[in-house]
T-cell receptor
Framework: ETGVTQTPRHLVMGMTNKKSLKCEQH?????MYWYKQSAKKPLELMFV???????ENNSVPSRFSPECPNSSHLFLHLHTLQPEDSALYLC???????????????FGPGTRLTVL | AQKITQTQPGMFVQEKEAVTLDCTYD???????LFWYKQPSSGEMIFLIY??????QNATEGRYSLNFQKARKSANLVISASQLGDSAMYFC??????????????FGQGTTLQVKP
């Protein structure tokens, strides 16, 4: 596998379910990101990890819980979600040369989440 | 105020023609980076091109070029010789120096491009 992969690609869950989204990057990057993309809204940054340490939590509700066990893997644990949480969840990674504005984020294909 | 503005919700272009997608930005940082991404219907965001605020020349990558006008705070994407596979959503994004400790990207609303055969 190359690039950034995400599983599952599609997920339907009830409001009382607990599920997890998985992201894996094969680029040797040090930073990983979760974004939410809702219909008719710009991408919203949710979480940022650098070398497995969370450096940004963009006022995300606690029903979303990220986990970064190593620099190649990122999870988003979901519990008691609301229908308005239905969206495309995108994972990205970058080298983490943030002092250089050239640091480019590479995205996975996303998980299309539907909350019933 | 929006940091990134893409005023064209949808655009049509004839195959083999060139098309310009508009992007204006708002920042007070002297150092920033501008990015364009393509999102096909499959969902993946594909990096296309980058322009740094201190770059003297406009960025080019194959059929993609960035028309960077710093004084106007615009960073328009030009796609030459459009192909059917160019039909997708296109996003302009910016990283400001103020976000140097998080790598945070700010995205615009996107422009849907449809290439007609």
């Amino acid at each position: 596998e190359t690039g950034v992969t995400q599983t599952p690609r599609h997920l339907v869950m009830g409001m009382t379910n607990k599920k997890s989204l998985k992201c894996e990057q094969h680029l040797g990057h040090n930073a990983m990101y979760w974004y939410k993309q809702s219909a008719k809204k710009p991408l919203e940054l949710m979480f940022v990890y650098s070398l497995e340490e969370r450096v940004e939590n963009n006022s995300v509700p606690s029903r979303f819980s990220p986990e970064c066990p190593n620099s190649s893997h990122l999870f988003l644990h979901l519990h008691t979600l609301q229908p308005e949480d239905s969206a495309l969840y995108l994972c990205a990674s970058s080298q983490d040369g943030w002092e250089e504005s050239t640091d480019t984020q590479y995205f996975g294909p996303g998980t299309r989440l539907t909350v019933l | 105020a929006q940091k990134i503005t893409q005023t064209q919700p949808g655009m049509f272009v004839q195959e083999k023609e060139a098309v310009t997608l508009d992007c204006t930005y708002d920042t007070s940082d002297p150092s920033y980076g501008l990015f364009w991404y393509k999102q096909p219907s499959s969902g993946e965001m594909i990096f296309l091109i980058y322009q740094g605020s201190y770059d003297q020349q406009n960025a080019t990558e194959g059929r993609y070029s960035l028309n960077f006008q710093k004084a106007r705070k615009s960073a328009n994407l030009v796609i030459s010789a459009s192909q059917l596979g160019d039909s997708a959503m296109y996003f302009c994004a910016m990283r400001e120096e103020a976000n140097a400790n998080t790598g945070k990207l700010i995205f615009g609303q996107g422009t849907t491009l449809q290439v007609k055969p």
